[in-house]
């Protein structure tokens, strides 16, 4: 019964370090910032919250620390109302990509740099695990309608044509343009202390660039002199799977040229990753082996006492 009770122990503690090495969920970065609101000393102790998070976390985070639930719900309006609540939900980066230095010129992550650091009020979440079963702005809707429980005060809600919205009655909007136009004449229309939601989903165009589309967008708002709050949130689980693939596909196609000049080389991560999976695979060997021995150990009967040589 002790040796089974030992290997068992053994076999417990094998599995828990395979589980930690090989089941580390993939994280992607969110920002929240606005140049309208004021921090409070306790939130610029909390600029970057480095916990990894889930989806839904994240959601419930804007809504309290990041105050959002103040101006869009109609029972908690502050002193402090913004005009526009903007929600960009993007595909393309990662943890990994905001603290990799490799980009020197104008990139995704430069531009979100400036717009957080140029503005008083900014949140960080630069973990957040990236929702596989539900989609980032169907967790929004969630969040909105519990926050506000018993009435939503926002005026008006816009999505854009890419986001997978399960709601019907909510109107979307086709491109950039329309989403400049619409700004527009709601900053004609829009009364005093109301906010207006406005969420655009990356496609994934060639034409616009998430980089281009929050630039333009952010700078259509400051002409039109509205107040807004943005947040910022990857959610490329379902479409980079969708993208790696097809580019695995076009380059693995026979006679691609382009496949020719793919590069090969590994940077500084790539290098880190892979010393981390080598060292998880040598330390599962050994723990094989230890486990192994233990298991021998814990087979050998011996004698409790042995007895004194009687003379003869």
Not at 67 to 96: H, M, T, Y
Not at 223 to 237: E, F, H, I, M
Not at 241 to 270: H, I
Request: aromatic letters at 8%; charged letters at 20%.
């Amino acid at each position: 019964m002790m040796k089974m009770q030992t290997c068992v122990l053994a076999l417990l503690v094998a599995l828990s370090v395979v589980e930690f090495g090989l089941a580390s969920p993939n994280t992607v970065p969110s920002f929240l910032w606005s140049p309208h609101l004021q921090a409070s000393n306790l939130q610029l102790d909390e600029a970057v919250n480095y916990q990894v998070m889930s989806a839904k976390d994240l959601v419930d985070s804007v809504f309290t620390h990041g105050r959002w639930s103040n101006f869009l719900c109609s029972e908690k309006k502050v002193e402090q109302p913004v005009d526009v609540a903007l929600v960009f939900i993007g595909r393309e980066l990662q943890s990994s990509d905001v603290s990799s230095k490799r980009s020197s010129g104008p990139s995704l992550v430069n531009t979100l740099n400036g717009l957080f650091t140029s503005s008083n009020f900014s949140l960080a979440f630069p973990y957040i695990a990236a929702p596989e079963e539900e989609r980032m702005e169907n967790l929004l809707l969630s969040g909105l309608k519990e926050a506000c429980p018993h009435n939503v005060g926002v005026s008006n809600i816009v999505f854009s044509d890419s986001c997978l919205v399960e709601d019907g009655t909510i109107q979307k909007l086709s491109d950039l343009q329309s989403f400049k136009d619409h700004l527009l004449a709601r900053r004609e229309t829009r009364k005093e202390g109301e906010t207006d939601l406005v969420v655009l989903c990356s496609e994934g165009s060639e034409s616009h660039s998430e980089r281009e589309t929050i630039s333009e967008l952010v700078s259509s708002v400051e002409q039109s002199g509205s107040k807004y709050t943005a947040l910022y949130v990857s959610d490329p689980y379902w479409y980079t799977s969708y993208k790696t693939l097809q580019r695995f596909l076009a380059e693995s196609a026979p006679g691609n040229s382009s496949s020719v000049g793919v590069s090969t080389t590994c940077d500084e991560l790539c290098k880190f990753k892979s010393s981390l999976l080598e060292g998880i695979l040598v330390g599962i060997v050994f723990l094989l082996i230890l486990i192994s021995g233990l298991c021998c150990m814990a087979g050998i009967d011996t004698p409790t006492r042995f007895e004194t040589p009687q003379d003869s």
